[in-house]
């Protein structure tokens, strides 16, 4: 079998890898996406980079790992188990991840001018300052709608509302590529996509695979910080001037804060939870601990439970999921409701007119949220991936 290897390529860059788990302890850099892989794997890719029959690789490994390994196990290994964008220059075959179109609207280039101003935000006094900030607005904000309700929105914009909250989603992407910046990783720029079928922006951040475990979660909750911060300025005029407008806002970016944050989507809050744990893979990290306690309570032969910290993961990925489904049914279920008694209300006809528009919207916003966590539950619970995978900031 002494037929030419598959060669890795000369730009593939191969970095140790700052996470929680021993065996996945190097990162893959190709054509801008990150793999995670073992020590076996590169230690196999470097080989190929010298040694041209199957033979050499096979004599490589030995010295490596003290054991034998017959020609069809590499084979097998290079041609089916690896990429084969690891070894072409055109990258054919990469994985376009959860975004399967996308389109960039600006450059790292064009954004570069802004980034060096925004990246000085990540000064840890002035962070913790506009949080503390945003909090207590918030909080100001919150005993309002509680003692007057939210009968204000009803005169609001809902044209005017869905702009301001698209400059603060743009926000967000900014905070993640700010945080790059700011860690000095590699970064793209931003651009509009598709997540799965919902319009979605997104940041290019693969570049952060490259930096420590704390940096990456920065990079993680970059966006939502940005936003908060945005959101104080919003809660700031509101409570000066409570247009309806601005209430709308607030109540509807919230939302998509609090949805960001959860760990089921592939969102910020998945990634800050993985990189927080050490795990590359944290959905099928989770999958398989609650399977081992699923075994350990049938008291399957050979089973155990897993480590109080596995447990700890798996509660707190339990936690937040359950309280996210808690809030996005609450969420969706009065807006659909309040939405709806608009129409019954309303007489003039442009009023009833973004009246139904607004229940359109949200019943496509149920819908859309209904058949992405249903995947999402079923990558979960079911699918087994592979173990390379990578890694983009959407904002919805």
């Not at 909090?135 to 309700?149: A, E, F, P, T």
């Not at 509807?252 to 760990?263: A, K």
Request: glycine share 8%.
């Amino acid at each position: 079998m002494d037929t030419t290897l598959p060669r890795l390529r000369d730009d593939a860059v191969i970095r140790r890898f700052d996470g929680g788990e021993p065996a996945a302890s190097f990162i893959i850099e190709v054509d801008g996406r990150h793999y995670v892989a073992t020590k076996w794997v590169v230690t196999l890719l470097e080989l190929t980079r010298h040694a041209r029959t199957h033979a050499a690789l096979a004599r490589g490994m030995f010295e490596r790992f003290g054991r034998q390994f017959t020609d069809d196990e590499l084979d097998v290994a290079l041609r089916t188990r690896i990429p084969v964008a690891f070894f072409h220059a055109d990258g054919a075959g990469a994985d376009q991840g959860p975004l399967p179109w996308r389109w960039r609207v600006l450059n790292a280039a064009a954004l570069e001018p802004v980034l060096q101003i925004t990246s000085k935000l990540f000064y840890r006094p002035l962070a913790f300052a506009l949080i503390a900030l945003f909090l207590g607005l918030d909080v100001l904000v919150g005993l309002q709608v509680w003692r007057d309700g939210l009968s204000s929105a009803s005169h609001g914009s809902l044209t005017g509302a869905c702009a301001i909250v698209l400059a603060g989603v743009v926000l967000h992407e900014f905070g993640h590529l700010s945080a790059c910046h700011r860690f000095g990783a590699p970064h793209g720029g931003i651009g509009v996509g598709l997540y799965w079928y919902m319009p979605v922006l997104y940041a290019e951040v693969h570049g952060a695979w490259m930096l420590p475990r704390l940096q990456r979660a920065a990079v993680d909750i970059a966006g939502i910080y940005f936003q908060c911060a945005f959101l104080a300025v919003v809660a700031a005029l509101w409570l000066i001037h409570p247009f309806g407008t601005l209430l709308i806002v607030l109540w509807t970016s919230h939302f998509l804060v609090l949805n960001t944050l959860n760990p089921v989507l592939k969102f910020d809050g998945y990634w800050l939870l993985s990189d927080l744990s050490g795990h590359y893979n944290l959905h099928r990290r989770v999958r398989g601990i609650a399977r081992q306690c699923w075994l350990a309570l049938l008291r399957q032969p050979r089973s155990a439970w897993p480590s109080p910290q596995d447990c700890r993961l798996l509660s707190l990925f339990m936690a937040l999921a359950g309280a996210y489904f808690a809030y996005l049914l609450h969420f969706l279920a009065h807006n659909l409701a309040y939405t709806a008694s608009r129409i019954q209300l309303e007489q003039s006809v442009p009023r009833l007119a973004t009246a139904v528009t607004g229940l359109a919207l949200m019943a496509t916003v149920a819908l859309g949220v209904s058949v992405m966590l249903a995947r999402a539950i079923h990558r979960v619970i079911v699918v087994d991936r592979a173990e390379l995978t990578g890694r983009s900031c959407v904002g919805i």
